[in-house]
Every structure is written in structure tokens, then in C-alpha cells.
């Protein structure tokens, strides 16, 4: 069993982590790299996200105004939509 297996006694104890464990420079190298390429992917990730966030909203405007033409043309009339109040 290793020192880090077993429940702290003391709850300071808990904060402590294991040390890590001894790497060679060649893992170390492709560990560096692959969490360059995870970063690299969320960052990604998160630029999407923000576009596809516009887009959306760029999209519920225009499915607003072709309906407000629909209704127009209709001549259907439509109370304007009220969002809830948070208590």
C-alpha cells in the first residue's frame, strides 16, 4: 500500500497530493505537446461556440421578422410576446 492509497488521518493531511511520478524528457516532451494540442481544441471549441451562439441569434431574428411578415400578410394580429418576471 502506498503512503498516498491510505485515508488522512488529519484533514490538513488531505490537501496533500502524491508526488508525481519521475517522467524522461521524451514524455514529457509529447505530454507537453499533447496538452498544447488539448488547448489548442478548446480553444477551438469555445471560438464555435461563440459563432454559433451569433448565428443562432441572427437566425431567431430573421424567424421573427418572416413571421411578423406572415402574420402581415395574414393580417393576423399577435399580442407581442412577454417573458416571464423572475420573483
Known amino acids: 500500500m502506498q503512503p498516498w492509497d491510505r ?10 497530493l502524491p508526488p508525481p511520478p519521475v517522467r524522461s524528457p521524451e514524455h514529457e516532451l509529447h505530454d507537453r505537446a499533447k496538452a498544447a494540442k488539448l488547448r489548442h481544441k478548446a480553444a477551438k471549441a469555445r471560438l464555435k461556440a461563440h459563432n454559433l451562439e451569433g448565428k443562432a441569434k441572427r437566425l431567431e431574428e430573421k424567424a ?24
Open 7 to 16: 485515508e488522512p488521518a488529519d484533514p490538513s493531511e488531505a490537501s496533500e
Open 64 to 87: 421573427n421578422l418572416w413571421e411578423q411578415k406572415a402574420d402581415q400578410l395574414d393580417g393576423v394580429v399577435r399580442a407581442p410576446l412577454q417573458l416571464p418576471l423572475d420573483e
